[in-house]
C-alpha cells in the first residue's frame, strides 16, 4: 500500500464516517449565499429554517467541520474534494464562525471577515424579520471617517472612526451633539461601524426623522498605560476618552461641545466600561445608553448603594436631575451572567427611584442583533 | 489497523517527506513578526534575508503549504501538530499568499486580510529599506472617509474613500485641489488607502511640506451597465467618475472645482482607465499620473499615433500645453507585458514630443511597494 493510496482509504473512510453522521437532517433546500459572502462567493449559504450550510474544497483532507455557535459540525466530501455541512437552525442575526480543517481552525475562503472574539474572522448573517432598521437604503448617506491620533496616555498611535450625518457636509456652520459609542470585550473600534451597522441604522433614522442628526465616535476600550518591565497592565480608557478623545473631536469636528449634548454608550465590556465614566462626568455626559452589560457585572448580588461605584448612585434626585436618559437594553436569549446582573442593576435603581428605560431585545443573545437593536432604540431616544 | 492508527502512519510519513524537503534550507534565525500580522500573532515571520515563515497547527493534516510568490512552500510537523515552513528570499514590499491545507487554499490566520488577488486574503510585508515615508509618524493625520452613494448608471450602492488632509477640518474655508487615484485589476476601493497607504503617503509628504495639501478619491474601477439577460458586461466606469463621482465629491468636500487643481491616476488597469478619461476628458483633468500601465497594454508593438485612443495623441504641441503634468511609474522587475508596453508608450510620447517625467522603482515588481512610491514621487509633483 503505498503513501497515495493510503490517504485515499483514509478519505473514502471519513467521508463514509461523515456521510453516515449528517444524512440524518432533513433541510429545506432554499439556500442562498449568505449577505456577507466575499463578492461572488456562493458559501456559506442560510436557508429558511436559519440553518447554515458551509462548504470548502479539500480534497486531501480527513476531517473538515464548521465550527459555529458552539457546535462542530462534520462535513462530508463529495467526488471532487468539495466537503460540505449544515448547522442546526441559528438564532437572527451576526454569528462569529471558522471551518476546522484537519485541526486548523481557519477563516472560511467565503466571507467577508470581522474582527471580533479576539480574532479577524467569518461571520454569517441570519436574515432577521426586522432587518430593514439596518439596511443599505437610498437615502442620503453620512461618512465613517478612519481617524488615527498619537496618544500620551498609552504613548502609542490609537484610532477612532467617526460618523459624520450626511447633512454634516451641507454647510460650513451647523453643529451636532456627539454619541460616544463602544464596543465589548475581544473586539475593536472597527465593530460599531462594520458589524454594528451603526451609519446605516443612522441613516435610515435620520432620514425618516426619528433621530436628530449626531456624530458618533467610536474609538478602542482597550488603553493601557506604558508597562515598566514589571508593572501589571493599567487601563487608563477613560482618561483617555476625557483628556484626549473629547478634546481631539471637539477641535477636529463641528461639535456642541457641552453636556447636553453629549452621550456615551456602550456594549457588554463597553456597558460596564460607560457607566463608569458617566458616573464619573455627570459634568461632560447627560444621556448613557448600556447596552447588554452594568457595571456590577458578573456579579448577580443585591448592590450596596454606599460602596457600588464610590457611592455614585446614592442621591438619586440629583441624578434624576443631571441625567436626561439613562437607558438599559437586554437580549431575551442572553446567557448568565448577563440577565442576573442587570436584573440587580435595575433593583437599585428602582430602589433609588431612579429614572431609566428598559428595552428588551426578542429572541436574541449577546450578539451584534441584539446591539444594533439597542443602537436603534438608544439613538432616537437621545438629544431631543 | 484501524481507523485513528492509519491516520497517524499517514502523518508521520509525512512529516518524514516534507522535513527531508526543507531541512536542506539554512536560514538566519531572526525572524520577526510581520507588521501586518493580527495583535498578538507571532506568525507569520520575515528575517533578514527576507524569508517568509509560515506556521498554523493542524494536527490531522497530512500536508500543509505556504503558498507564497507562485511558490508552493511545503510546511514542516512537529510533535504538538504545529506545521512550520520558510520560503525563499523575497523582494522588498507587500505580497499577497495563502496556506494550502491538504487541498484547501486558506487565509493564514496570523494576518490581516486584504483585498487583492480577487479575494480578502493573507499578506506579508517585507521591510523595505525606504519605508519611512509610508510609516506612521507622529505628524498631523488627515482621515479616511468611507462615503457610500447610490450610482443612477450602474443601479448600485457604490463607495469611496476620500482621503482628506490634516488642515481640511483647522477651518471651514479653506479648499483643496483633488486626485482621483485608481486602484487595480482584481482589486477594489480599499486597495489605496490599506495596502497601498496613500493616507500615510501623503501626512508624511505633507507634513515635510513636499507635498500641497490635497483630497484623495479612492473608488472602484469595476462599474458597469446594469445587464438585460442577454447583454455583454458594459464598463460605464468612465461616466460614473466623470457624471457621478466627480459632480459628487465637488459638492460633498471643499474642493477648487476646476481642471488645474483635478489630477487622476492609477496603477495597472487603473492606469490604463484613467489614460483614457484623462485623454477624453481634458477640460476636466490637468495632471496624469500611470504606475505600471498605459492604455496600450499589452501590446509593445509601435503605437499608430492617428488611430491610438482615436488620436488623441495626435497634436503634441496642444497636449503640452493642456496637461501640467505627464508622469509615468515602473518597477524594475516588472514582468511581462509592463516593461514593453510602457516602453512603446514612451516612444510615442517622444516621437510626438510629449513632456514627461519617468520613474523606476528599484528593485521592485508588478506589487504595491512599487505604488506607494510612485504616489509618493507623482503626489509631490501636483497641484505645484
Not at 437532517?25 to 449565499?33: G, L, Q, T
Not at 488603553?223 to 477641535?251: C, G, H, L, W
Not at 456642541?256 to 456615551?264: F, G, L, P
Request: glycine share 6%.
Amino acid at each position: 500500500m503505498n503513501f497515495k493510496s493510503i490517504l485515499f482509504s483514509v478519505n473514502v473512510l471519513a467521508s463514509i464516517i461523515c456521510t453516515a453522521q449528517t444524512n440524518q437532517i432533513k433541510v429545506i433546500e432554499d439556500f442562498k449565499p449568505s449577505s456577507v459572502n466575499q463578492q461572488g462567493k456562493l458559501y456559506p449559504q442560510v436557508n429558511s429554517e436559519r440553518r447554515v450550510r458551509a462548504s470548502i474544497l479539500a480534497p486531501q483532507a480527513n476531517k473538515v467541520q464548521l465550527d459555529l455557535g458552539g457546535i462542530k459540525y462534520d462535513m462530508v466530501k463529495d467526488e471532487k474534494g468539495i466537503w460540505t455541512g449544515v448547522s442546526e437552525p441559528q438564532d437572527e442575526g451576526f454569528h462569529y464562525y471558522q471551518l476546522n480543517i484537519d485541526g486548523a481552525s481557519v477563516p472560511d475562503p467565503g466571507t467577508v471577515y470581522f474582527y471580533g472574539a479576539g480574532r479577524l474572522g467569518s461571520a454569517i448573517e441570519i436574515p432577521a424579520a426586522d432587518q430593514e432598521f439596518f439596511a443599505i437604503r437610498d437615502v442620503p448617506h453620512g461618512l465613517v471617517s478612519e481617524n488615527i491620533y498619537f496618544s500620551k496616555l498609552t504613548n502609542s498611535f490609537r484610532r477612532c472612526f467617526v460618523y459624520t450625518p450626511a447633512n454634516y457636509n451641507e454647510d460650513s456652520k451647523t453643529r451636532f451633539p456627539v454619541l460616544y459609542l463602544q464596543h465589548g470585550s475581544f473586539e475593536d473600534e472597527t465593530g460599531w461601524a462594520v458589524q454594528g451597522k451603526a451609519n446605516l441604522i443612522l441613516d435610515n433614522l435620520i432620514a425618516s426623522k426619528k433621530s436628530v442628526p449626531m456624530i458618533i465616535v467610536m474609538d478602542n476600550g482597550y488603553a493601557y498605560k506604558p508597562q515598566s518591565n514589571d508593572s501589571r497592565q493599567e487601563s487608563v480608557f477613560e482618561e483617555v476618552v476625557i483628556q484626549e478623545i473629547i478634546p481631539m473631536i471637539d477641535t477636529k469636528f463641528r461639535t456642541i461641545a457641552n453636556r447636553e449634548n453629549r452621550a456615551i454608550a456602550g456594549l457588554s465590556m463597553g456597558a460596564n466600561q460607560t457607566m463608569r465614566i458617566m458616573m464619573n462626568n455627570l459634568d461632560i455626559f447627560s444621556h448613557y445608553g448600556g447596552f447588554s452589560g452594568t457595571s456590577n457585572y458578573p456579579s448577580a448580588d443585591a448592590i450596596d448603594v454606599n460602596s457600588f461605584l464610590d457611592g455614585k448612585f446614592k442621591d438619586g434626585e440629583t441624578i434624576n436631575k443631571k441625567i436626561k436618559l439613562f437607558w438599559l437594553g437586554l437580549g431575551t436569549k442572553e446567557p448568565s451572567p448577563f440577565p442576573g446582573s442587570v436584573r440587580a442593576f435595575r433593583k437599585m435603581l428602582e430602589k433609588q427611584s431612579i429614572k431609566y428605560v428598559y428595552y428588551e431585545s426578542p429572541e436574541t443573545a449577546h450578539e451584534w442583533l441584539t446591539w444594533r437593536r439597542c443602537l436603534n432604540q438608544f439613538a432616537s431616544k437621545i438629544f431631543k
